[in-house]
């Protein structure tokens, strides 16, 4: 599965080596060209982009409605949040969630095992309201994402302003990643090496 595909050089701005790899499965959280490349994604994926439940290729994928700013869409319009359940294990793809969640929204979404969350700002939401999605999910593992590294140029915030408020965080050498059943517990942060260009 592949969440959210980049168009390399989009807006002028995202200089990351394109992706390289064949999926069944294919997410998009909103239609960006920084979010929505799905000719760049190799084999022949169904394309996920709609809210409500989607049974394929073993997932089991449930599309939550929010919005890309806290003006409810008025400035960069909706965002859907994908939770994604496979073996046992949920997994919360924020997309570029721009505002905070309540606790109804925790309730509505349930018990979530791996939060992949935007940390960035500007665009998302701020290193500080992701601290408080983690608190409100509790997570075993979250995963920091849509930040600044080399190669992207939108002004956006580290990952170092998210990993203030989780000093025991683990910098993991690869992307590649084996979970092992039971999860860690409580919440850990990994920080995943971003792509380069």
């Known amino acids: 599965m592949v969440t959210d595909p980049y168009q390399p050089g989009a807006f002028g701005a995202l200089h990351l080596k394109p992706v390289d790899v064949d999926a069944d499965v294919v997410t998009v959280s909103h239609q960006h060209l920084d979010h929505n490349y799905v000719q760049g994604v190799g084999g022949t994926p169904q394309v996920i982009s709609t809210e409500g439940d989607h049974q394929v290729a073993g997932f089991h994928i449930t599309g939550y409605p929010s919005y890309h700013d806290r003006s409810q869409g008025r400035e960069r319009g909706s965002n859907l949040m994908f939770l994604i359940q496979s ?101 850990e942060v990994w920080v995943i090496p971003p792509a380069r260009a």
């Open 87 to 187: 073996d046992q294990i949920r997994v919360l793809h924020c997309g570029d969630l721009g505002h905070p969640l309540t606790e109804e929204d925790q309730a509505r979404i349930g018990r979530v095992d791996i939060l992949l969350v935007p940390v960035g700002g500007t665009y998302t939401i701020s290193a500080k309201i992701a601290k408080d999605l983690v608190h409100l999910f509790r997570p075993n593992i979250a995963i920091p994402m849509h930040y600044k590294v080399a190669g992207v140029q939108f002004p956006i915030d580290p990952v170092d302003e998210f990993l203030k408020f989780f000093p025991n965080y683990r910098r993991l050498e690869t992307s590649s990643v084996e979970l092992q059943t039971p999860l860690p517990e409580p919440t």
